[in-house]
């Protein structure tokens, strides 16, 4: 009976990946982006999301490498989106209404850019509470723009990859 159960969910999943293949690059390169934003990393769950999307890449017949290509794009695009803002608005920006509720997130965060410099780009990709204010900060800091055009290029395509590969190895191994 479990057998039977879960051999129709895994159908069941594996006929939408089919059905909704086109949409897996879209969606994912809009959930990386979203969850790069300043802020809205913290309310969007955009990791469990794009985790289920390397789940049925796994289980489809979608390709893999523009799904990824489209999420390590959009991860790096919010970033960009984020240093942007840091430079233009500059230290004014720590006084807006969402960021002054949240003092030790921009004190942690102008902490670890200050003790990792331009590596700090690519760790605070991989941990949550840093990644929603780091790139924002190290633009407000003066991070030098191709240093961290770099890092951030460079991350983000680690990034989506490490986001794709448990789900996508690890649905493969149950088909």
Same mark, same amino acid.
């Given at each position: ?51 289920? /999307?390397?789940? #049925?890449? @796994?289980?489809?017949?979608? +390709? &893999?490498?523009?799904?990824?290509? !489209?999420? *390590?794009?959009?991860? =790096? ?59 924002? /900060?190290?633009? #407000?800091? @003066?991070?030098?723009?191709? +240093? &961290?055009?770099?890092?951030?290029? !460079?991350? *983000?395509?680690?990034? =989506? ?15």
């Amino acid at each position: 009976m479990l057998f039977e159960t879960f051999h129709s969910l895994q159908e069941t999943l594996v006929d939408f990946a089919r059905t909704h293949a086109d949409w897996l690059a879209p969606l994912g390169f809009a959930f990386a982006f979203l969850k790069s934003l300043p802020l809205v990393a913290l309310v969007i769950p955009g990791t469990a999301l794009l985790l289920s /999307i390397g789940a #049925i890449l @796994g289980l489809g017949d979608s +390709a &893999f490498v523009p799904v990824w290509l !489209a999420i *390590a794009v959009g991860a =790096a695009l919010g970033d960009w989106v984020q240093y942007a803002c840091g430079v233009w608005f500059g230290p004014g920006l720590m006084r807006s209404r969402p960021l002054r509720k949240r003092p030790a997130l921009l004190h942690r965060s102008t902490l670890f850019i200050q003790k990792w410099g331009v590596l700090s780009i690519v760790l605070c990709r991989f941990f949550g509470p840093l990644r929603a204010t780091v790139p924002m /900060i190290a633009g #407000i800091c @003066g991070m030098r723009p191709a +240093a &961290f055009q770099i890092a951030n290029w !460079a991350s *983000a395509f680690l990034w =989506a990859a490490a986001l794709l590969l448990p789900g996508w190895w690890g649905t493969r191994a149950f088909l």
